[in-house]
């Protein structure tokens, strides 16, 4: 199993950043694409986010020129980075991630425990 920790979430005043990580550990053989979601209250989870194994990205359109999301595969880890943050902004945010137990399973699909973002003056 994949164990997906987020960090980085906290408290930030409009216009500001903040950058989240999420590590993967576990067993595994292969990292898929990983992605980035959020939950605000009352509302469904939404994507923000999300990076193939080959570097392709795809923002959600609330998103676009101010959140960059990265990975770095030797540590099995994703970014997202947050800039011109607004209160809209304000959410869960959760990482999640296709991997494969070994090279003879299918696809595999995890999420992390989420860390919260609130943007707020």
């Known amino acids: 199993q994949v164990q997906l920790v987020e960090s980085g979430g906290g408290l930030v005043q409009p216009g500001g950043s903040l950058r989240l990580s999420c590590a993967a550990s576990?067993?595994?053989?292969?990292?898929?694409?990983m992605g980035w979601y959020r939950q605000a209250p009352g509302k469904q989870r939404e994507l923000v986010a999300v990076i193939s194994s080959g570097g392709n990205t795809n923002y959600a359109d609330s998103v676009k020129g101010r959140f960059t999301i990265s990975r770095d595969d030797a540590k099995n880890t994703v970014y997202l980075q947050m800039n011109s943050l607004k209160p809209e902004d304000t959410a869960v945010y959760y990482c999640?991630?296709?991997?494969?137990?070994?090279?003879?399973?299918?696809?595999?699909?995890?999420w992390g425990q989420g860390t919260q973002v609130t943007v707020s003056s």
């Open positions: 999640n991630a296709d991997w494969k137990r070994s090279w003879y399973s299918s696809w595999l699909n995890s």
């Open positions: 576990g067993r595994f053989v292969s990292i898929n694409s």
